[in-house]
């Protein structure tokens, strides 16, 4: 209940703050969530691709950190939830920023955030000397270890202007 209203809130003072997403070059636009801009990109990338994509998109972008569920369900609806045909992705997930890349089995999320939504128990999984990412259910936004190397669509993330 805290994170919603904590949620709520946020949202509010990005509202009154009158912040708005950057246009997009694409035929893609940046979806507003919170005081973050999200764009779905629907081409499948290993997630080192996915990272340097989102990198090129804009200054400061990024693949999409995610700090609550609230964050994560807004993303869900807001974002997922308009105009993205999930069936044009032919993978099942979504890259976002956690890797355990130079941290063996260590997951971190790029940003230095510490939230989780691992399936539990399963997840994260990991193989020895294997670099794995993580990468998000469009339907529910539980989180799954894959290895980098795998195709998928993915999430960048900016912050609002």
Not at 41 to 68: F, I, N, Q, Y
């Amino acid at each position: 209940m805290k994170a919603l209203l904590l949620t709520m809130v946020v949202a509010t003072i990005c509202q009154l703050a009158f912040a708005a997403c950057p246009e997009s070059d694409g035929d893609r636009p940046w979806r507003e969530s919170g005081c973050s801009c999200y764009q779905v990109v629907l081409t499948p990338s290993t997630w080192t691709e996915a990272r340097d994509h989102c990198a090129k998109m804009l200054p400061g972008a990024h693949l999409a950190t995610l700090t609550s569920r609230s964050e994560i369900s807004d993303l869900l609806w807001n974002v997922m939830g308009h105009d993205v045909d999930l069936s044009l992705c032919p993978s099942l997930f979504h890259w976002i920023g956690v890797t355990d890349i130079g941290h063996d089995d260590i997951f971190t999320q790029i940003d230095g955030a510490t939230y989780e939504n691992w399936v539990q128990p399963f997840e994260p999984h990991h193989k020895p000397d294997q670099d794995d990412c993580g990468a998000m259910h469009p339907h529910g936004g539980s989180w799954y270890g894959e290895p980098c190397s795998f195709q998928h669509c993915f999430v960048c993330e900016v912050g609002t202007i």
